[in-house]
């Protein structure tokens, strides 16, 4: 079945540390994007690739680096320059940057710092 | 810019009852679409139902239905005959219709619905 496939489901992080969650899709969707969700809150948009080798940031990128080598992955690195990185980090692509079709999501990772 | 309110931090609905999640919407565009996803406890985001800003009718997609009304910005959800399984996170969502915007989603901040038995 085809998908969006987040891993890990659970990461820690130590202090200066950096660490990368993954995000793969095989829907053979050109756009992805990262987002952060904090308790309670909604989700804000990290960034967002619009095909490979391009990427652009979103609203709170700060702390935060991608790439977009393929057109499967997109890896999101959280930097030690971002303080407060403890948050549940949700990964999403869609074939219709402007039309009908919805935004499909993984099923997220949770960051957590030692 | 783009804004999502959702005025309803949280909501509780009898078992088979029908139930409406508030939306309301700020753009400047003529040309936008509004999305509605369901979170539940697990953490994935599940979508539901899209309405278009040039649709006339009020979008329907099984026991969810899109009270779309464009001159006030609301796009509200009911839900109806509500069941055990809807008890989750709601988020409202909207995207501009531009395409060199990259199809972002603009997130409201959720109502969370509790479904009583």
């Known amino acids: 079945d085809g998908g969006i496939t987040q891993s890990p489901k659970y990461l820690f992080r130590k202090e200066g540390q950096n660490v990368t969650l993954s995000c793969e899709q095989n829907?053979?969707?050109?756009?992805m994007y990262w987002y952060r969700q904090d308790p309670g809150q909604g989700l804000r948009l990290i960034y967002y690739s619009q095909i490979v080798n391009d990427f652009q940031k979103g609203d709170i990128a700060e702390g935060y680096s991608v790439s977009r080598e393929k057109k499967e992955s997109f890896p999101l690195t959280v930097t030690s320059a971002q303080k407060n990185p403890t948050a549940f980090y949700l990964c999403?692509?869609?074939?219709?940057?402007?039309?009908?079709?919805?935004?499909?999501f993984g099923d997220g990772t949770r960051l957590s710092i030692l | 810019a783009q804004k999502i309110t959702q005025t309803q931090p949280g909501m509780f609905v009898q078992e088979k009852e029908a139930v409406t999640l508030d939306c309301t919407y700020d753009t400047s565009d003529q040309s936008y679409g509004l999305f509605w996803y369901k979170q539940p406890s697990s953490g994935e985001m599940i979508f539901l139902i899209y309405?278009?800003?040039?649709?006339?009718q009020n979008a329907t997609e099984g026991r969810y239905s899109l009270n779309f009304q464009k001159a006030r910005k609301s796009a509200n959800l009911v839900i109806s005959a509500s069941q055990l399984g809807d008890s989750a996170m709601y988020f409202c969502a909207m995207r501009e219709m531009i395409y060199n915007q990259g199809g972002k989603l603009i997130f409201g901040q959720g109502t969370e619905l509790s479904v009583k038995p």
């Open positions: 309405q278009g800003s040039y649709d006339e």
């Open positions: 829907l053979n969707h050109d756009a």
């Open positions: 999403a692509s869609t074939k219709d940057r402007v039309g009908n079709q919805p935004q499909h």
